[in-house]
């Protein structure tokens, strides 16, 4: 069993930059894959970004956005440069005991989400 919290997200203007994190109990936390989604109003949730032995990144934010992880301290990070308004959405992030996938589905353990809302 694997309990996630997000945090770090918040209001900012195109152009700027937030780290998201996401903080995990639960043992044999380095054996998860980890990946982060967002969901923006009516749309369908997107994988954005993914991360177990090496990391996955959507076209969209290829480049700009950077998935690392802390097995230490049970923590995933998103760093996110260069936000433009279309990032706008709600950010989770989600584990699952093997490989990353893109596919929500595949994804039984959630965190609660936290709001990014990047301004034009």
């Known amino acids: 069993q694997v309990q996630l919290v997000e945090s770090g997200g918040g209001l900012v203007q195109a152009g700027g930059s937030l780290r998201l994190s996401c903080a995990a109990s639960?043992?044999?936390?380095?054996?998860?894959?980890i990946g982060w989604f967002r969901q923006a109003p009516g749309k369908e949730h997107e994988c954005v970004a993914g991360?177990?032995?090496?990391?996955y990144y959507a076209e969209s934010v290829k480049g700009r956005f950077t998935i690392t992880r802390d097995d230490a301290k049970n923590t995933v990070y998103l760093q996110m440069n260069s936000l433009k308004p279309e990032d706008t959405a709600v950010y989770y992030c989600?584990?699952?005991?093997?490989?990353?996938?893109?596919?929500?589905?595949?994804?039984?353990?959630w965190g609660q989400g936290t709001q990014v809302t990047v301004s034009s």
């Open positions: 639960g043992r044999a936390f380095s054996t998860y894959a």
């Open positions: 989600a584990a699952r005991s093997s490989n990353w996938s893109t596919n929500r589905l595949m994804y039984p353990y």
């Open positions: 991360i177990s032995y090496s990391p």
